[in-house]
T-cell receptor
Framework: GAGVSQSPSNKVTEKGKDVELRCDPI?????LYWYRQSLGQGLEFLIY????????KSGLPSDRFSAERTGGSVSTLTIQRTQQEDSAVYLC?????????????FGPGTRLLVL | AQKITQTQPGMFVQEKEAVTLDCTYD???????LFWYKQPSSGEMIFLIY??????QNATEGRYSLNFQKARKSANLVISASQLGDSAMYFC???????????FGAGTILRVKS
């Protein structure tokens, strides 16, 4: 009965470096979501996957952000040439399907600090 | 555009008393879902309760109930018999567009006093 897991739990990087954030959804969940939470703020939707497909990438803040999902399971969010404004907690969630009433279950997040 | 408004940045409640956290929403979609999540200081997002736009009755989950007033577009969370462990940030969220994303409010910090 494992929940959503994310790694690393914390990441400190220098401005300009690339980072990869990983999300392992709950087994069997076909829908996967990425959100970003800046300090003291609500959550900002970034992207969702249905299986391995991401139909709408318009929530990604810039073209430095990309995400992929393989095997209908693990997802990776990549931030290239990180900037200080990318510092935030990146949260991943999964749900059994994309149906509106499905609860999204969140992972513990990755806290990213860009120096 | 969809929007969630939580007008209470912070709330205090005495232990064992009830507290209401406000949430109003804006959407033109006839079908939507409303969620409340709790975020303790540890950071994890914990699902509390769900209300569908077509549900006739208000949702309840243990000490949590959702006061859904569709005409007013409000979905307030009521926590009965507050406990010290209820101290956390609470987020109201709405799912639209085939549930492909949640739109979150800014959150309300609740502090339970002993």
């Amino acid at each position: 009965g494992a929940g959503v897991s994310q790694s690393p739990s914390n990441k400190v990087t220098e401005k300009g470096k690339d980072v990869e954030l990983r999300c392992d959804p709950i087994s069997g969940h076909t829908a996967l979501y990425w959100y970003r939470q800046s300090l003291g703020q609500g959550l900002e939707f970034l992207i969702y996957f249905q299986g391995n497909s991401a139909p709408d990438k318009s929530g990604l803040p810039s073209d430095r952000f990309s995400a992929e999902r393989t095997g209908g399971s693990v997802s990776t969010l990549t931030i290239q040439r990180t900037q200080q404004e990318d510092s935030a907690v990146y949260l991943c969630a999964s749900s059994p399907t994309l149906m509106q009433q499905e609860t999204q279950y969140f992972g513990p997040g990755t806290r990213l600090l860009v120096l | 555009a969809q929007k969630i408004t939580q007008t209470q940045p912070g709330m205090f409640v005495q232990e064992k008393e009830a507290v209401t956290l406000d949430c109003t929403y804006d959407t033109s979609d006839p079908s939507y879902g409303l969620f409340w999540y709790k975020q303790p200081s540890s950071g994890e997002m914990i699902f509390l309760i769900y209300q569908g736009s077509y549900d006739q009755q208000n949702a309840t989950e243990g000490r949590y109930s959702l006061n859904f007033q569709k005409a007013r577009k409000s979905a307030n969370l009521v926590i009965s018999a507050s406990q010290l462990g209820d101290s956390a940030m609470y987020f109201c969220a709405m799912s639209v567009e085939y549930g492909n994303k949640l739109v979150f409010g800014a959150g309300t910090i609740l502090r339970v006093k002993s």
